[in-house]
């Protein structure tokens, strides 16, 4: 199971609290999604591992800030999560021109970074020691900076690590 209380983006502002239903701006891409007492609720763990809602954000700005609240539930195979960022499209077939996509793993305890350029996802680096609580809300943020390449992870505050994608768009 899923569930996300907010997700800030900065870079044209987008902010979601989830505080009555879901905005008509979300797509549904995989899953089963709902809202419910202000969060964002997936919990059809039977499609697999592509459970999937997409929201649209202006990525024209230059820096960018995306902060959520989520929590992963016990009892279940492959308990992580995953956010893509700066992608050309929603679909859940990384068919993005180019991406990036944080992987937080709480089986592992780690976060790795891949990168998707033309359909093809590669990872670029792994975060280890990274405690991923179950059954507990934590905060996770992205940092990223489209100019320099600049990627920055934080779990609950807690810097995990950095990339810099030198040849990014």
């Known amino acids: 199971n899923f569930i996300c209380c907010f997700i800030l983006s900065f870079g044209g502002i987008y902010n979601e609290?989830?505080?009555?239903?879901?905005h008509s701006d979300w797509t549904a891409l995989n899953g089963?999604?709902?809202?419910?007492?202000?969060?964002?609720?997936?919990?059809?763990?039977?499609?697999?591992?592509?459970?999937?809602?997409?929201?649209?954000?202006n990525q024209n700005e230059v820096e960018f800030f995306y902060h959520f609240r989520a929590k992963l539930s016990q009892g279940i195979d492959n308990r992580r999560m995953a956010i893509q960022i700066m992608s050309s499209t929603?679909?859940?077939?990384n068919s993005a021109n180019y991406s990036y996509q944080a992987l937080f793993n709480a089986d592992e305890d780690e976060v790795e970074i891949f990168k998707v350029d033309s359909g093809?996802?590669?990872s670029i680096i792994v975060f280890s020691g990274v405690d991923i609580k179950l059954n507990t809300?934590?905060?996770?943020?992205?940092?990223?900076?489209?100019?320099?390449?600049?990627?920055?992870?934080?779990?609950?505050?807690?810097?995990?690590?950095?990339y810099t994608d030198t040849s990014s768009p």
Request: hydrophobic share 40%; aromatic share 14%.
């Open 32 to 57: 089963t999604w709902s809202e419910i007492g202000g969060y964002l609720i997936q919990d059809d763990v039977s499609i697999g591992l592509n459970q999937r809602a997409s929201v649209p954000v």
């Open 90 to 93: 929603a679909n859940p077939n």
């Open 120 to 122: 093809n996802s590669t």
């Open 17 to 22: 609290e989830f505080d009555n239903a879901i």
């Open 137 to 162: 809300f934590q905060d996770y943020m992205v940092v990223y900076n489209r100019s320099s390449g600049s990627m920055m992870l934080f779990v609950d505050y807690a810097y995990i690590g950095s």
